[in-house]
T-cell receptor, first 116, second 113 residues
Framework: NAGVTQTPKFRVLKTGQSMTLLCAQD?????MYWYRQDPGMGLRLIHYSVGEGTTAKGEVPDGYNVSRLKKQNFLLGLESAAPSQTSVYFC???????????????FGDGTRLSIL | SQKIEQNSEALNIQEGKTATLTCNYT??????LQWYRQDPGRGPVFLLLIRENEKEKRKERLKVTFDTTLKQSLFHITASQPADSATYLC????????????FGQGTTLQVKP
């Protein structure tokens, strides 16, 4: 049971380049999330998904796109990387919250992304 | 907008003492509050969840309180150990069933032997 796996772990990009971060979970979770974590700030939600084929915007969605074609995978794309997107990106997953039973989130170990 | 504040200064305590971390929030009435632990270079790991109608929750050496009047949660680690050294994050639910959480910036705990 790997839990939540993120690839790659590290990446350096030049301004204007594009890339995709991959998140895979093997816990059959319905919900998946992408966060970014910057020094002195809490985790901020970029996009999330409550099921296969559905995505929604979070707190800081600009400059990012996502797709959830399969239940176990959640992809985060940077269309045209900017230095402001230098950050550590975390993916998380959880069971659904139907019935108001707030579920804990399970996190991957992050992708450290630098944009030069 | 809703805001969560945790002590930005690191908390240094001696092994065996009780560590108490604070999470304050404004402009929001969460139904749930969660605490996570994060080690350097790793993702957060869930520790405890407390509901608005629960005053206190315990798990082994951990205890969380939730005071909706003060808009505050306290996180206690009793008989602290050097292995408890980490950054601790609190998180509140936004609303509805989406599981969207608002995270505090975390407090770093250092337990000295």
């Amino acid at each position: 049971n790997a839990g939540v796996t993120q690839t790659p772990k590290f990446r350096v990009l030049k301004t204007g380049q594009s890339m995709t971060l991959l998140c895979a979970q093997d816990m059959n979770h319905e919900y998946m999330y992408w966060y970014r974590q910057d020094p002195g700030m809490g985790l901020r939600l970029i996009h999330y998904s409550v099921g296969e084929g559905t995505t929604a915007k979070g707190e800081v969605p600009d400059g990012y796109n996502v797709s959830r074609l399969k239940k176990q995978n959640f992809l985060l794309g940077l269309e045209s990387a900017a230095p402001s997107q230098t950050s550590v990106y975390f993916c998380a997953s959880s069971y659904s919250n139907y019935g108001n039973s707030n579920q804990p989130q399970h996190f991957g170990d992050g992708t450290r992304l630098s944009i030069l | 907008s809703q805001k969560i504040e945790q002590n930005s200064e690191a908390l240094n305590i001696q092994e065996g003492k009780t560590a108490t971390l604070t999470c304050n929030y404004t402009n929001y009435s969460p139904a749930y509050l969660q605490w996570y632990r994060q080690d350097p270079g790793r993702g957060p790991v869930f520790l405890l969840l407390i509901r608005e109608n629960e005053k206190e929750k315990r798990k082994e050496r951990l205890k969380v309180t939730f005071d909706t009047t003060l808009k505050q949660s306290l996180f206690h680690i009793t008989a602290s150990q050097p292995a408890d050294s980490a950054t601790y994050l609190c998180a509140l639910d936004r609303a509805g069933n989406t599981g969207k959480l608002i995270f505090g910036q975390g407090t770093t705990l250092q337990v000295k032997p």
